[in-house]
């Protein structure tokens, strides 16, 4: 990231949550087909749709401040999938791989709502009113992503201690 200005670093962080959204799209099919669990696959399958849809408001955020929709690397979540990829190839069995899917859906959604936070807050403090709305409701749909995926881990370590006892 180069930016000089609150507007470049507006921008620029558009451009890389544009990457970012086109990036998931893809790794959260890899959670979904990866998965066992049947509610972890709906859950990751839901939000799969919803990530495209994300791509798709990003482009109007850009529309509407007059900018045309570019992506930028972020190497931020190619690092995330990368290590995820990492650990699949480890042939890991399905109970670990699945938790292990529970974590790497909880680390970038964490890192969408920190994004998409700042986003909000710039796009107000630059007076791109429209722009922070559908910051805003792209960023409610990223927490209540994570809750889902919170509460599925949670019901997972609690069968598995439930299971050793
Ligand atoms: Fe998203
Ligand atoms: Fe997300």
Redesign the pocket.
Known sequence: MSAQSIEDLFVEGLQEMYYT?QQ?TDALEDLESSSSSEDAKNAFSEHRE??QR?VERLEEVFDSIGHEAEAHEDPVVDAMIRQHEEFVDGDPDAEALDRYNMLAAQKSEHY?IASYGTLTSLAEKLGHDDAADTLES?LRE?EQALDEVAELTEQFDQQTVEASQ
Request: hydrophobic share 25%; proline share 0%.
């Open positions: 959204e998931l919803e990530t994300h969408e792209i990223e």
